[in-house]
T-cell receptor, first 115, second 117 residues
Framework: EAQVTQNPRYLITVTGKKLTVTCSQN?????MSWYRQDPGLGLRQIYY???????DKGDVPEGYKVSRKEKRNFPLILESPSPNQTSLYFC??????????????FGPGTRLLVL | AQSVTQPDIHITVSEGASLELRCNYS??????LFWYVQSPGQGLQLLLK??????LVQGIKGFEAEFKRSQSSFNLRKPSVHWSDAAEYFC???????????????FGKGTKLSVKP
């Protein structure tokens, strides 16, 4: 089944404790992206990647890192989480490298609480 | 700068009634437009998209949307709402940086739809 998977689905952590949220897609998509969703703000893009070893900042990259060492995986790293990073996070992928015209397929989301 | 406005934060309709969700965009060129739906506790699913051609596009689950360039709008419609349509709906525009190869989806803030029995 074609899908985007994220782990963990729920995470509670404390300020400053490094964490990684994994994202994997099995559709051989080139474009992958991370969004955060906050009430009243909709979805905002954190980082995106157009191919292996090619990543760039989205609209709200501060406090986050990403890597794209393999085509299928795009982990989101919070080196020193803070409470303002409490949010619902979505990973998405699409076929083409730009992601602009293509349908983006979303993972189920990761709900993060930073105490 | 590109932006998407969904003027209605929350809409309630009766089951069987018609539905229209509004979306206005700001973009300097021909936009790529999308509607996504998010059911409670779920990720986002694409309902429909517009790139070019016929301005009335059909999507899944009986939804349609009409692109009106003169009004910078891409409103979502459904003739008869079902209780299972209760969800949050997001309009998005595909942003494209001229001279670059970046791609991004700019989302509206969403409209939550409630359906009365």
């Amino acid at each position: 089944e074609a899908q985007v998977t994220q782990n963990p689905r729920y995470l509670i952590t404390v300020t400053g404790k490094k964490l990684t949220v994994t994202c994997s897609q099995n559709m051989n998509h080139e474009y992958m992206s991370w969004y955060r969703q906050d009430p009243g703000l909709g979805l905002r893009q954190i980082y995106y990647s157009m191919n292996v070893e090619v990543t760039d900042k989205g609209d709200v990259p501060e406090g986050y890192k990403v890597s794209r060492k393999e085509k299928r995986n795009f982990p989101l790293i919070l080196e020193s989480p803070s409470p303002n990073q409490t949010s619902l996070y979505f990973c998405a992928s699409s076929l083409s490298r730009t992601g602009t015209k293509e349908t983006q397929y979303f993972g189920p989301g990761t709900r993060l609480l930073v105490l | 700068a590109q932006s998407v406005t969904q003027p209605d934060i929350h809409i309630t309709v009766s089951e069987g009634a018609s539905l229209e969700l509004r979306c206005n965009y700001s973009y300097g060129a021909t936009p790529y437009l999308f509607w996504y739906v998010q059911s409670p506790g779920q990720g986002l699913q694409l309902l429909l998209k517009y790139f070019s051609g016929d301005t009335l596009v059909q999507g899944i689950k009986g939804f349609e949307a009409e692109f009106k360039r003169s009004q910078s709008s891409f409103n979502l419609r459904k003739p008869s709402v079902h209780w299972s349509d209760a969800a949050e709906y997001f309009c998005a525009v595909g942003a494209y940086n001229y001279g670059g190869s970046q791609g991004n989806l700019i989302f509206g803030k969403g409209t939550k739809l409630s359906v009365k029995p």
